[in-house]
């Protein structure tokens, strides 16, 4: 799943390997990270609001909604 919402887009990080990803908005703005978990994934915006989804299309529409 390379681009789950049309507003963002992912790729993977360099440093953390293939569990982590980066999230930038179209215009190639750092919008957060998204970590894949056990119990899901663990979405970290740059606002400061960490939050649980249990997919990924719900970890990339929750960053972004981020003001």
Known sequence: MANANPKVKGEFSPVSGNNTRRVYDI??????????STEGYMVQRVDGKRRLKRT????????????
Not at 56 to 67: D, M, Q
């Open 27 to 36: 215009a190639g703005n750092f919008k957060g990270i998204i970590i894949k």
């Open 56 to 67: 990924l299309k719900e970890a990339f529409a929750s960053i972004a909604r981020s003001n």
